[in-house]
């Protein structure tokens, strides 16, 4: 019940913001009764077609179990009242350390609500140093679904919707667990994810990203090592991913790369990716990356990496000195059984060190601004893929 309560919960999430683009494009102003009405119409869709959703049963939980899960689940709830400071949202404290959330997701959330839609035309004159209109619009439009129902524009909701997403993973990371491990090592493993999953950049694209493409990439490997799984529900979670950020883009390809004998069946998500570069492409919406010279600017880029990374670690970097640690316990076997994940987060990182190779800005304010945060993509993947091995270390010595 919990594992189809957290599919309907990340799918749900992109029919809502889904569900006001559609209204956009119709024409149909944006207010509660219209929204409402759509909402209304995607549950009744969602809920039938969620019947198939249903993971193979699991067993009864044993106490310990519980109580681990029960705490897990008031550390979600932390996190959404963590994120209901009044001060967080308040720009003249947290300008500069939260600047993507006032100028990115904050303001086209604030400029879509007034304007009861979105103003493509406007969009393409905001610089993209600042607002970044190049990327997808899913996420403004999300963080607009409970100020349109309320009528009333208040930040302190993002909170909630990123709890409330990063819970739904937790709970597809802790049945993906169960594959594999006991109920109590399980909820054990979740509870160690949690902060994984749970991130401290409240307001911003990264929770959403990482709950839609790390809940995909599980689902895959699922479906990869021979479980019951629908593949369509991972392929609409990879849809969604692609249309938070860019970088959701780059980790469907990733996970194209690391699974090419799925490619076939990624094909919607594809699609809705496709879509998305023609519309942004027709109306002139732009980017920074190939701007300019591109071959000296990647020569001067690269060169300053050894100081632009120095003193920059990467999202948990205990979690990742644990994961990759547990990794080389038995790297032959671990590197087989989790060959899908560690491609996936291989190619992703490769794809940002492109990027920042390729950035037209001083790559050293670049990497130190962003390198933490979006190490947090993978850190789900690359920390499951610890805790499997961890485990198989384990049974080895039994």
Not at 38 to 43: E, H
Request: hydrophobic share 55%.
């Amino acid at each position: 019940m919990m594992f189809r309560a957290a599919l309907i919960t990340l799918l749900g999430a992109g029919a809502a913001a889904a569900v006001l683009l559609l209204l956009d494009l119709l024409r149909i102003p944006w207010n509660a009764w219209t929204l409402g009405t759509g909402l209304a119409v995607v549950a009744v869709i969602a809920w039938r077609w969620s019947g198939g959703l249903k993971a193979a049963g699991v067993g009864g939980l044993k106490p310990a179990a519980t109580l681990i899960n029960c705490l897990t689940a008031i550390l979600v709830l932390a996190h959404a009242i963590a994120g209901m400071r009044p001060g967080l949202w308040d720009w003249t404290d947290w300008l500069i350390t939260r600047r993507d959330y006032f100028f990115i997701w904050g303001y086209k959330a604030r400029l879509f609500f007034v304007e009861h839609g979105i103003p493509w035309s406007f969009l393409r004159t905001l610089p993209n140093d600042f607002s970044h209109p190049d990327y997808p619009v899913l996420v403004p439009l999300l963080f607009d679904v409970p100020a349109v129902l309320t009528s009333s524009f208040d930040p302190r909701l993002f909170a909630w919707i990123d709890a409330a997403l990063g819970g739904a993973l937790l709970v597809v990371a802790y049945r993906c667990l169960r594959d594999e491990l006991t109920p109590t090592e399980s909820a054990l493993g979740t509870l160690a994810l949690s902060g994984s999953a749970l991130l401290p950049w409240f307001g911003f694209a990264d929770g959403p990203l990482v709950a839609f493409a790390a809940s995909a990439a599980l689902l895959i490997r699922r479906a990869l090592r021979g479980h019951t799984v629908s593949l369509g529900v991972a392929v609409a979670l990879l849809s969604l991913a692609a249309m938070t950020k860019n970088e959701g883009i780059a980790f469907f390809v990733a996970v194209c790369v690391a699974a090419p004998n799925l490619i076939r069946k990624l094909w919607p998500a594809a699609a809705v990716i496709g879509g998305w570069l023609v519309a942004r492409a027709s109306m002139h919406l732009p980017t920074d990356v190939f701007v300019g010279p591109l071959l000296p600017r990647i020569a001067h880029n690269v060169a300053m990496f050894p100081s632009a990374f120095a003193n920059v670690p990467v999202y948990q970097p205990i979690v990742w000195i644990a994961a990759l640690v547990a990794i080389a316990l038995a790297p032959a076997a671990n590197l087989r059984r989790e060959r899908f994940l560690l491609t996936v987060v291989a190619i992703q990182l490769c794809f940002y060190l492109g990027a920042y190779a390729m950035t037209p800005y001083d790559v050293r304010g670049h990497v130190n601004g962003s390198w933490e945060r979006i190490s947090s993509h993978v850190t789900m993947l690359i920390a499951f893929a610890g805790l499997t091995s961890i485990r198989e270390s384990l049974r080895s010595r039994e």
